[in-house]
């Protein structure tokens, strides 16, 4: 059957899908969605049909709302054809597809247990211009390169209604991204003034996925992109100093040292890492850092020589220990060699 055509059936039988859930769940308002939970199963249109992506493999199903703006909005399609236990292959051509590598590398970052959005870059210097064009899968940076045809297995789960604003931000549109960074932003605000601090981490880091969805739209170092960019790294230095009060100082120095590679000017970014530096004894690093915060902001002059008269204080403690530890060391290896 040809793929138009046999779109047209699938949307005319979602239409009347629809028609069914509401008779069944309620007639729909403003303040209500549809969740349903689905496993899927990826496969391209070669002879082997090669699995992509498994959810049963995972172990987990998904669970997307329907009518909230899904990036793989075929899905919505697809998923309101089926009844519930139903099992169903859909073939979709590239128009469907496009998009699919960025859907799937956020599902395979949740199911690896990390954030959906990689929004710390292991590079440094001029690769960090090129590192938005992977994906950090071999696979999906192949489809982005080359959209092709895929078929996908799914089985519905289930089906139910969702009250209210769904707050996940992996179901949110660009547009409620944005809108809802500023309140992350300032809920993780308070509750690092309150001490919570692991608590103000989930808010910033909440904030910072929101912002890199949209931003991995954009086309790098262009005018938006640059402007999310700078949304992205003040909620990231937060997380930094949270990491600080929480004594996760080598966490600290991974994510400032990648604000630095990418914008060596940032002098709040050699701050933070100076002072992380400082917590694990890396005297030569510190020192360095907090110099190059002089030369980019000579207004932090006294903070910069009050971290640095205890990082002095500190380091003559540590050296006085090790003096003493090399004394009993060698009063104990007098005492092994002495005669009996």
Not at 58 to 81: A, Q, R
Not at 178 to 200: C, F, R, S
Not at 274 to 280: R, T
Request: charged share 25%; hydrophobic share 40%.
């Amino acid at each position: 059957m040809h793929f138009s055509l046999l779109f047209l059936i699938i949307t005319l039988a979602a239409l009347s899908i629809f028609v069914w859930l509401f008779s069944l769940l309620g007639s729909p308002s403003g303040s209500f969605l549809l969740q349903v939970t689905f496993h899927f199963r990826t496969q391209l249109c070669d002879e082997e049909r090669t699995v992509i992506d498994d959810s049963r493999v995972v172990g987990t199903p998904m669970e997307i709302v329907i009518g909230n703006m899904f990036k793989l909005d075929i899905w919505e399609t697809l998923l309101s054809s089926m009844r519930i236990g139903e099992v169903a292959e859909f073939w979709c051509d590239i128009i469907h597809t496009g998009i699919y590598p960025l859907v799937a590398k956020s599902m395979r970052r949740i199911a690896e247990g990390k954030d959906p959005v990689d929004w710390h870059i292991h590079t440094c210097g001029m690769a960090n211009m090129f590192a938005y064009h992977s994906l950090g899968y071999d696979d999906l940076d192949e489809l982005m390169k080359e959209p092709k045809p895929l078929y996908f297995v799914m089985e519905l789960i289930r089906v139910r209604k969702n009250e209210g604003s769904f707050t996940t931000t992996w179901a949110m549109s660009d547009k409620e991204r944005l809108k809802v960074v500023p309140v992350l932003h300032g809920q993780g605000n308070k509750l690092y003034k309150q001490g919570h601090y692991q608590d103000a981490t989930q808010k910033y880091k909440e904030a910072i996925i929101c912002l890199k969805n949209v931003q991995m739209k954009e086309k790098a170092w262009e005018a938006p992109w640059l402007k999310l960019e700078k949304m992205g790294n003040t909620l990231t230095l937060n997380y930094c100093q949270c990491l600080l009060r929480m004594e996760e100082y080598y966490e600290a120095i991974e994510h400032t040292s990648d604000i630095i590679n990418q914008h060596p000017g940032d002098y709040k970014a050699f701050y933070l890492r100076g002072k992380a530096h400082a917590e694990v004894w890396n005297e030569a690093e510190a020192r360095q850092d907090f110099s190059r915060v002089l030369d980019l902001d000579p207004g932090m002059k006294k903070a910069v020589k009050r971290d640095l008269a205890v990082l002095n204080m500190r380091m003559e403690e540590k050296n006085q220990e090790d003096r003493n530890k090399y004394k009993v060391t060698q009063t104990n290896e007098a005492d092994a060699n002495a005669p009996v």
